[in-house]
């Protein structure tokens, strides 16, 4: 039941470290194969471009430079190296999200939803004095969000699909229905859920998903890939060790979107 590839990891082309370290760090936990799945935005929103401004995360207009690194890379490595992107999602963005995978041609994208109505679902200052009854609202449109990314079937994978649950203001109103929502877009859909031990070893203490969504998902027969969300080396051989032990205490492989 082990990992053998780590399709979720981030590089010094948006919020993670240098490359050539992890792919050694890959290595040396022994994994097969790594992607890279840097952060991505494309839409032209000012406030998300002024985002991208100060925090340097460009890949919209790096990934050339990225993948010539990669091609480098795959050269001096025994290790099968993805050319990823892990994209944000809006519904309102699709057309502008489908034209720039046509023209990047990537490996495979992640899809991710990090914000709803403009404010990060990852970041507890939004939702600090929001009351009850708009942290529901928040919560549903964040479920709503991510069943339609899944219906798209843009992305290859949906990534940590139940992301609001790591904010201590929005834990908790996840419910069941989200679950059977979100559960039955991927019974429809080719987009499959990852395994995201980004948080196992964090102060939410983990997985994306939480037990009780994993158990929606596997009774309608959805199955995982295996993500790491790996920004530091020395986070990618505890997170596999984490992962290895979880698909073997359920019993499960990794789904592989490559042989």
């Known amino acids: 039941m082990s990992v053998v590839h780590d399709y979720h990891v981030h590089s010094n082309y948006s919020d993670g470290t240098m490359m050539p370290r992890m792919v050694a760090a890959a290595a040396d936990a022994g994994l097969q194969g790594i992607g890279f799945a ?35 890379l795959r050269e001096e490595s025994d290790l099968r190296i993805f050319d990823a992107v892990e994209l944000d999602y809006a519904p309102r963005d699709q057309s502008a999200i489908a034209g720039f995978l046509d023209e990047a041609d990537f490996d495979y994208a992640i899809g991710s939803v990090h914000r709803v109505n403009g404010r990060n679902v990852q970041s507890s200052a939004p939702f600090a004095n929001a009351s009850e009854a708009e942290l529901r609202e928040v919560v549903d449109d964040y479920y709503e969000t991510l069943a339609e990314l899944v219906e798209s079937e843009l992305f290859e994978i949906a990534a940590h699909v139940d992301l609001v649950e790591r ?19 991927f019974r429809r859909s080719r987009t499959v859920p990852e395994l995201n031990a980004g948080r196992v070893e964090r102060d939410y203490g983990e997985f994306h998903p939480a037990a009780d969504f994993r158990a929606a998902l596997r009774e309608r027969g959805v199955a995982f890939v295996a993500g790491s969300d790996s920004h530091a080396p020395d986070e990618v051989g505890s997170r596999k060790e984490t992962l290895d032990d979880h698909f073997e205490q359920a019993g499960v492989e990794p789904l592989r979107l490559f042989d």
């Open 38 to 72: 840097d952060h991505c935005n494309v839409a032209e929103r000012e406030e998300l471009m002024r985002e991208k401004r100060e925090y340097g995360i460009n890949l919209d207009q790096t990934y050339p430079l990225r993948r010539k690194a990669i091609e480098s």
């Open 167 to 185: 904010t201590p203001e929005l834990r908790g109103y996840t419910t069941a229905d989200h679950h059977a929502m979100v559960a039955d877009a």
